[in-house]
């Protein structure tokens, strides 16, 4: 069959919108039709050259939200017409990295999904017989993909396609930080840098959970008024910092008898080493938790010294959230729809397939928080 997709035919230039052939489902596969996707900017990481995993041409998009229109021999977990979330975190459940419970990070198509290919070592997608990759096990820039069926999270039939895509990335990483990974408690302090489409909803799940201080840090002042609108208690700009931010930070945490400082929990949103850097050393002496969320390009690297992990400081990083897609997703949609977590206002931008390098301008503007492309 053939699907419209914006195809990256190379790094750094714009996305093309063009007619792909496309495979039908093979065993144990399933074919979705993306009624909407999210621009993520791991999309724009991955289309600017910065991923060391980057392939060219390939069909990007990794946040979307469809239909199965269509399925493979041997799949018995959706069925045609359910309403499913692709998954770039597939959780099959049987994987060694599935059974034991320490993880999320699903290991059984990893090294295929890596590769642009689906599990069998091909593409579905192909110009003219020559394959075209397919992205992060998900490619939702095309109206039709197909995905192994452990690669879609089943939801309810009545959420939103143009809102709920965003669970697909953006909100279950941002809230599941903070509930999975960090595991936030009530009376916290914590830190957000970078108030994007991931750190509003890191600030969203800190609210949730009940966090007292939620101090957001960004170069762009138009973000205070939107980290305020979803629990951001503090405001900091880095530029009009005079001197060092962390001592900045430090002093802004000071709470109790010995007035040490430094927050419980920090988060990076941005990808930037440097913040990174920032966010481990501004959380609190014996116990801070750093979270790294962002994704920095090849050859990046983050550094301290060890002191600040002797004395109790801790780094982590999340993918997904740390969230099971299949179990997880789900649930986040009843969230959603139960409004205990928001996801509509962030979604400033919606586009059609043609306007989606429009999409990423607004992203390198800071105009957008989330665009959604709604075919
Ligand atoms: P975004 O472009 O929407 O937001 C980034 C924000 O960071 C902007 O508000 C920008 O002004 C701010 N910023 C940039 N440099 C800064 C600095 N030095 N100090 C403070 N603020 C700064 O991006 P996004 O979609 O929110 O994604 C954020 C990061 O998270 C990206 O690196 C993305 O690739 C990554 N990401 C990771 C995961 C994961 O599973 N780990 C999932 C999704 C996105
Ligand atoms: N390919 C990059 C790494 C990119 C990365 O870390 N991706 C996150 C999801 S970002 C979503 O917006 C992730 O899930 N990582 C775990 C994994 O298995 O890829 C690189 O640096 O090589
Ligand atoms: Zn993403």
């Given at each position: 069959?053939?699907?419209?997709?914006?195809?990256?035919?190379?790094?750094?230039?714009?996305?093309?919108?063009?007619?792909?052939?496309?495979?039908?489902?093979?065993?144990?596969?399933?074919?979705?039709?993306?009624?909407?996707?999210?621009?993520?900017?791991?999309?724009?990481?991955?289309?600017?050259?910065?991923?060391?995993?980057?392939?060219?041409?390939?069909?990007?998009?990794?946040?979307?939200?469809?239909?199965?229109?269509?399925?493979?021999?041997?799949?018995?977990?959706?069925?045609?017409?359910?309403?499913?979330?692709?998954?770039?975190?597939?959780?099959?459940?049987?994987?060694?990295?599935?059974?034991?419970?320490?993880?999320?990070?699903?290991?059984?198509?990893?090294?295929?999904?890596?590769?642009?290919?689906?599990?069998?070592?091909?593409?579905?997608?192909?110009?003219?017989?020559?394959?075209?990759?397919?992205?992060?096990?998900?490619?939702?820039?095309?109206?039709?993909?197909?995905?192994?069926?452990?690669?879609?999270?089943?939801?309810?039939?009545?959420?939103?396609?143009?809102?709920?895509?965003?669970?697909?990335?953006?909100?279950?990483?941002?809230?599941?930080a903070v509930i999975n990974t960090a595991k936030v408690e009530p009376g916290a302090t914590a830190v957000v840098f970078g108030l994007g489409g991931i750190g509003l909803n890191v600030i969203q799940g800190l609210k949730l959970v009940g966090a007292d201080m939620i101090i957001g840090v960004d170069l762009n002042n138009s973000k205070k008024a939107w980290g305020e609108r979803f629990g951001m208690t503090h405001f900091v700009n880095p530029k009009e910092v005079g001197g060092d931010l962390v001592a900045h930070l430090v002093n802004m945490t000071k709470r109790g008898a010995d007035q040490i400082g430094g927050a419980d929990y920090t988060f990076d949103c941005t990808g930037n080493v440097e913040v990174m850097r920032t966010a481990l050393e501004c959380s609190h002496r014996g116990w801070g938790q750093s979270i790294i969320i962002g994704v920095a390009g090849a050859g990046q690297e983050i550094k301290t010294r060890p002191f600040q992990l002797v004395t109790g400081r801790v780094w982590k990083g999340t993918a997904f959230g740390g969230a099971r897609g299949r179990t997880d997703?789900?649930?986040?949609?009843?969230?959603?729809?139960?409004?205990?977590?928001?996801?509509?206002?962030?979604i400033t931008h919606t586009l059609p397939l043609a306007d989606i390098n429009k999409g990423f301008d607004l992203m390198h503007a800071g105009e957008s928080i989330r665009s959604v492309v709604v075919f």
């Open positions: 069959m053939k699907t419209r997709a914006a195809v990256a035919f190379e790094k750094g230039k714009p996305l093309e919108i063009v007619d792909v052939d496309l495979e039908g489902p093979k065993d144990g596969e399933v074919l979705v039709e993306v009624k909407a996707t999210g621009i993520c900017h791991t999309d724009e990481f991955t289309l600017s050259g910065a991923d060391p995993e980057g392939l060219f041409p390939a069909i990007l998009g990794h946040e979307g939200a469809g239909v199965v229109v269509d399925v493979g021999p041997g799949v018995s977990s959706v069925a045609k017409g359910d309403h499913v979330i692709p998954l770039y975190t597939p959780e099959c459940r049987s994987c060694p990295s599935c059974l034991s419970r320490k993880t999320n990070l699903c290991t059984s198509i990893r090294a295929t999904q890596g590769q642009g290919l689906m599990p069998d070592g091909t593409s579905r997608f192909s110009i003219d017989g020559k394959p075209i990759h397919h992205y992060m096990g998900c490619s939702t820039f095309s109206n039709f993909t197909v995905l192994p069926e452990i690669a879609v999270a089943k939801v309810r039939k009545d959420a939103p396609f143009d809102k709920i895509c965003y669970i697909g990335c953006g909100v279950t990483t941002g809230v599941g997703v789900p649930r986040i949609v009843d969230w959603y729809m139960d409004g205990k977590i928001q996801i509509d206002p962030m």
